[in-house]
């Protein structure tokens, strides 16, 4: 897509990091999703930035989106089996309200595979809220498969998805 331009955040753009996750967070909310209802994870947003793992993507100068790519394959759960150092992980990826519509995750997701090709990976994968069938219906639309479903009672997230690096769209 034209027009949108993706850089690492810094510990200066934390505020606009939080508030992109806290407008998807109050969005879900009024979908009646219950997912990401509590503050971002403020220590982990921030060591992503010092790592060099947070991005911004901005059109015409404001900040739309964010997503965080990382080699962290939570091992609670992508297992041995599935090879977790051949992938690139997606996180905490969120899109403004006012840029929705507009295939900016698709764009996102695609730099992010670009990403994972460049890193010779051969996957992105993501792990999503377990019960938010509207989510697992967008990433399976733009070409992620659903690997499994991962039923921790500890934790809401577990739906496993992954997509080859050269499946972008």
């Known amino acids: 897509?034209?027009?949108?331009?993706?850089?690492?955040?810094?510990?200066?753009?934390?505020?606009?990091?939080?508030?992109?996750?806290?407008?998807?967070?109050?969005?879900?909310?009024?979908?009646?999703?219950?997912?990401w209802q509590y503050p971002?994870?403020?220590?982990?947003?921030?060591?992503?930035?010092?790592?060099g793992e947070c991005f911004l993507a901005f059109?015409?100068?404001?900040?739309i989106a964010t997503i965080q790519v990382d080699a962290y394959a939570d091992p609670e759960f992508w297992a041995p089996a599935d090879q977790p150092d051949t992938a690139?992980?997606?996180?905490?990826?969120?899109?403004?309200?006012r840029a929705s519509g507009a295939?900016?995750?698709i764009v996102l997701l695609d730099w992010a595979?670009?990403?994972a090709a460049e890193a010779e990976?051969?996957?992105?994968?993501?792990?999503?809220?377990?019960?938010?069938?509207g989510l697992h219906r967008y990433y399976q639309?733009?070409?992620?498969?659903?690997?499994?479903?991962?039923?921790?009672?500890h934790r809401r997230s577990g739906a496993l998805f992954q997509r080859a690096v050269g499946a972008a769209l």
Do not use: C
Not at 3 to 16: C, E, N, P, Q, Y
Not at 59 to 63: I, L, P, V, Y
Not at 88 to 97: D, F, G, K, P, Q
Not at 141 to 153: A, E, K, N, T
């Open 141 to 153: 639309s733009v070409g992620f498969h659903l690997v499994r479903i991962v039923d921790l009672p």
């Open 40 to 51: 971002p994870h403020r220590d982990r947003i921030m060591q992503a930035m010092e790592r």
């Open 113 to 115: 595979s670009k990403r």
């Open 103 to 105: 295939n900016i995750g």
């Open 59 to 63: 059109q015409s100068g404001m900040a």
């Open 1 to 35: 897509m034209r027009g949108i331009a993706i850089r690492a955040a810094t510990v200066d753009d934390l505020s606009t990091v939080e508030s992109l996750l806290s407008e998807a967070s109050a969005w879900l909310a009024s979908q009646g999703i219950d997912q």
């Open 88 to 97: 690139l992980y997606v996180h905490r990826m969120a899109v403004s309200r």
């Open 121 to 133: 990976k051969l996957w992105v994968r993501l792990d999503a809220w377990k019960d938010n069938p």
